[in-house]
Nanobody
Framework: QVQVVESGGGLVQAGGSLRLSCAASGSIFRIDDMGWYRQAPGKQRELVARVSSGGSTSYAESVKGRFTISRDNAKNTVYLQMNSLKPEDTAVYYC?????????WGQGTQVTVSS
């Protein structure tokens, strides 16, 4: 069984920064993609950024140039550095870890950006 735990959310003013962390633990034999997703009230969960096991990254258009995803394979950890935050970035952010075709999710961490 795989456990996924996020941390680092909080309340920040527009223009500020936050760094999210996500650690995967448990019965891990291989991790493929690791990514960050978010879900705002009344909206569907959407991909924010993801990184492959080889380090290739992809981002949602709305966060390009502001967010940076990185990964530490030795620690089974993924990070999301969020700069120039906007009120529309407010959401619950979830970490998703893809292993053997199964996506394991964390419990989510709230990010609130005030205007």
């Amino acid at each position: 069984q795989v456990q996924v735990v996020e941390s680092g959310g909080g309340l920040v003013q527009a223009g500020g920064s936050l760094r999210l962390s996500c650690a995967a633990s448990g019965s891990i034999f291989r991790i493929d993609d690791m990514g960050w997703y978010r879900q705002a009230p009344g909206k569907q969960r959407e991909l924010v950024a993801r990184v492959s096991s080889g380090g290739s990254t992809s981002y949602a258009e709305s966060v390009k140039g502001r967010f940076t995803i990185s990964r530490d394979n030795a620690k089974n950890t993924v990070y999301l550095q969020m700069n120039s935050l906007k009120p529309e970035d407010t959401a619950v952010y979830y970490c998703g870890v893809l292993t053997f075709g199964i996506m394991e999710w964390g419990q989510g961490t709230q990010v609130t950006v005030s205007s």
